[in-house]
C-alpha cells in the first residue's frame, strides 16, 4: 500500500479508537465531539502544508522548499532533493555550454548557425565580424539580408557546398573570406567563414612576381634571338655589324645574369631557414671599399665623398651589407647626373650606428616613396634599365636592413636628390676595446659593377 494511504489509515485508526475510549468514559457525545474535533485538527495541519506548498510554488527557489509536517513532510522532503538534483544538473549544463561559448569565441574561424529558413540562431564573436553582425539585434535575420553578396545567395541556394565559396570585398572592405556550408540535422546549416586576405595577397604577389620576371626576361631573349636570326639569314655578315651585334647581345646577356643573381640573392635573403651569419664586419673599411669602386663606377663624372665619423664596427653577415650598401651607392651614381656630388657616410647617432648614401641627383616624388622597396617598383622604368637596374635592389637593401633589425630611411627632393639612411639598432654596434672589435672578417671581393649612369 502507498505510503501515503498508509499514514492516513493509521491517523483515522487511531483517531476513531480515541474517540470510541473517549465515547466510552464520557458518553457518546462526547466521543462523537472528540472525533470531530481531531478530523478539524488534522484538515488544519493539511491546509498549513498546502499554504506553504503553495507559497513556495508562486517563487520555487530550489533551496526553500518548505518544510511539512506529517505526511508531507515525506513528500517535501523529496521535492527538495529533486529541486536540489535539478538544479545541479542545470549548473552542469550551464557551465557545458558556457564552455561551449568560450571555445568557439576563441576560434579563429567565423561560426554562424542557420535555421531552414537560412535564419541566424547564433553566431561566435568572428562571424560577427566577418559579416557586420550583431549577435543580439541580427538573430532570427535572414543571412542573405546582412551578407549581400549575389553570389553568397547563389551559392547558399545551390546544394553543393563541397567546395568553399570565396568572397571577395566583403563588408565592403578588403576582406576576402572563404566561407563553406556544411548541412546538419534537420535542415540546418553550419556557415563557417575563414580570413584568407593575407593568403590571397600572397598568391597575387607570387602570380605578379612570376609575371614580371617573365616580362623582364623576355625583352632581352627577344632581342638575342632577333640578331640570332638576322645573322643566320646572312650569308655573309658585315664585320662591323656582326661586331655591333656581338656587343649588344653581350650586354643583354650580361643584363639577364644581373637579373638572375638578384633574383638568387632575394630568394636567399627570403628564406626562413638561411639565418643570419653573426660576424664582426668591419664598416670603416667596407665603406673605403665602396667609395673607391664607386669612382670607378662613375668614371670620373661625379664628386665622390666618404664621411667615416665613427670607427665602430657591425655584427652581422658581411657580404649581405656589402651587397646591400653596395646597391645604394650604385643607384646614387645611376640616379645621378654628370657633375653630381655623393657622399658615402658612417655615423653613430643616439645610440645607432648609421649608413648613409646621399646624392645630389633627379631625387624621387613622395608618392613613390613608400613603395620603392617593393621587387620590380621603379619610378622612370626606361633610366632604369638604361642604366643597369633591374628593379630589385632595394627590395635587397630593404631584406639586408630587415635581417639585421634595422631601419631604411629614405628622404628626396625630385630634382634636388635623395638621401639613403641605414640604422643599426645599438645592440649590433662592435665599439673599439670590444675584442670582437679586432676579429674582422673580410669581405668578399667587389661584384663586377652595374653598367655606368648615363646622366
Ligand atoms: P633599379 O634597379 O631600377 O634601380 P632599385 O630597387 O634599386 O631598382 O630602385 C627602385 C627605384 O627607386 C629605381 O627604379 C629608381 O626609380 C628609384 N631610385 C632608387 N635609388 C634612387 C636614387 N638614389 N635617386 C633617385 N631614384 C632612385
Redesign the pocket.
Known amino acids: 500500500m502507498n505510503h501515503v494511504w498508509q499514514r492516513a489509515l493509521t491517523t483515522i485508526v487511531l483517531l476513531a479508537v480515541a474517540a470510541f475510549l473517549v465515547g466510552a468514559a464520557l458518553g457518546r457525545t462526547a466521543g462523537f465531539a472528540f472525533a470531530l474535533a481531531g478530523l478539524a485538527l488534522v484538515l488544519v495541519l493539511h491546509w498549513r502544508n498546502l499554504a506553504a506548498f503553495e507559497r513556495w510554488l508562486r517563487n520555487p527557489v530550489p533551496a526553500a522548499v518548505p518544510n511539512g509536517s506529517g505526511v508531507w513532510e515525506d513528500i517535501l522532503a523529496r521535492l527538495a532533493r529533486l529541486m536540489r538534483q535539478q538544479s545541479q544538473s542545470q549548473q552542469e549544463l550551464f557551465s557545458a555550454l558556457e564552455e561551449l561559448q568560450r571555445a568557439t569565441a576563441a576560434m579563429p574561424d567565423g561560426i554562424v548557425i542557420l535555421d531552414e529558413q537560412d535564419r541566424i540562431q547564433w553566431c561566435n564573436p568572428i562571424a560577427e565580424i566577418h559579416f557586420a553582425l550583431d549577435h543580439q539585434r541580427d538573430l532570427g535575420s535572414q543571412i542573405t539580408y546582412l551578407a549581400r553578396q549575389p553570389q553568397f545567395a547563389e551559392y547558399l541556394a545551390s546544394t553543393s557546398f563541397s567546395e568553399p565559396l570565396v568572397l571577395r570585398q566583403a563588408r565592403g572592405q578588403e576582406l576576402v573570406l572563404a566561407v563553406q556550408l556544411v548541412p546538419y540535422g534537420n535542415r540546418q546549416k553550419l556557415l563557417i567563414s575563414r580570413d584568407i586576405t593575407r593568403i590571397e595577397r600572397v598568391e597575387t604577389m607570387r602570380r605578379d612576381f612570376v609575371a614580371n620576371v617573365s616580362h623582364e626576361l623576355r625583352t632581352p631573349l627577344t632581342v638575342v634571338g632577333g640578331f640570332l636570326e638576322t645573322l643566320t639569314d646572312m650569308p655573309e655578315p658585315n664585320p662591323a655589324i656582326l661586331r655591333r651585334s656581338l656587343e649588344l647581345m653581350h650586354a643583354q646577356t650580361a643584363r639577364m645574369q644581373r637579373l638572375v643573381e638578384d633574383l638568387l640573392t632575394l630568394s636567399s635573403l627570403e628564406n626562413a631557414q638561411n639565418l643570419l651569419r653573426e660576424e664582426p664586419v668591419n664598416v670603416p673599411e667596407l665603406a673605403r671599399l665602396l667609395h673607391h669602386e664607386a669612382q670607378s663606377l662613375s668614371g670620373g663624372r661625379h664628386r665622390l665623398r666618404l664621411e667615416p665619423a665613427t670607427d665602430h664596427w657591425l655584427l652581422g653577415s658581411a657580404d649581405e651589407l656589402r651587397s646591400a650598401f653596395s646597391?645604394l651607392v650604385s643607384?646614387?651614381i645611376?640616379?645621378t647626373p654628370e657633375g653630381g656630388e655623393i657622399v658615402l657616410s658612417w655615423e653613430a647617432r643616439e645610440g645607432d650606428a648609421v649608413f648613409a648614401v646621399q646624392?645630389s641627383?633627379?631625387?624621387?616624388d613622395p608618392r613613390h616613396i613608400p613603395r620603392?622597396t617593393e621587387r620590380f617598383?621603379?619610378?622612370?622604368r626606361s633610366r632604369?634599365r638604361e642604366t643597369g637596374?633591374?628593379?630589385?635592389?632595394?627590395?635587397i637593401v630593404k631584406h639586408v636592413v630587415n635581417r639585421h633589425q634595422g631601419r631604411l630611411d629614405i628622404t628626396s627632393q625630385p630634382g634636388r636628390g635623395?638621401r639613403?639612411a641605414v640604422a643599426f639598432p645599438a645592440r649590433r654596434i662592435i665599439r673599439k676595446g670590444d675584442p670582437l672589435h679586432a676579429a674582422e672578417v673580410a669581405p668578399e671581393p667587389p661584384e663586377p659593377a652595374r653598367s655606368q649612369a648615363t646622366g
Open positions: 646597391n643607384n646614387a645611376r640616379y646624392d641627383g633627379i631625387g624621387i620603392l617598383y621603379r619610378v622612370d632604369s637596374g633591374t628593379g630589385l635592389g632595394l627590395a635623395s639613403f
